[in-house]
């Protein structure tokens, strides 16, 4: 089965910094768009930034000044690279890919387990 596995979160003061790791593993023929979500407590599921597989980047507003979104394709991996974060990052970070496998039929969204991310004043 296609999974996606994030690392990398954890608990930082405020104005540090984290790298996250997404890897999606399986019989993948194909990866379309990859990014991350973030969902904080209390509150729905929300963009932070996504790539598609030709290098077309979308932040969300409150990202695009201090987070970076990168994939290594080769590897089927994509990464959040997150500096100068704020209590108000605190959330749990979801990987999402678009993927088609060999035992798909059409092209499919995936979601990792989340990883914890939690920013400390």
């Known amino acids: 089965q296609v999974q996606l596995v994030e690392s990398g979160g954890g608990l930082v003061q405020a104005g540090g910094s984290l790298r996250l790791s997404c890897v999606a593993s399986?019989?993948?023929?194909?990866?379309?768009?990859m990014g991350w979500y973030a969902q904080a407590p209390g509150k729905q599921r929300e963009l932070v930034a996504t790539?598609?597989?030709?290098?077309?980047?979308n932040y969300a507003d409150s990202a695009q000044d201090r987070f970076t979104i990168s994939r290594d394709n080769s590897k089927n991996t994509v990464y959040l690279q997150m500096n100068s974060l704020k209590p108000e990052d605190t959330a749990v970070y979801y990987c999402n890919a678009q993927i088609f496998s060999n035992s798909d039929r059409w092209l499919k969204i995936y979601w990792g387990q989340g990883t914890q991310v939690t920013v400390s004043s």
């Open positions: 399986g019989n993948i023929v194909s990866i379309n768009d």
């Open positions: 790539m598609t597989r030709g290098g077309i980047i």
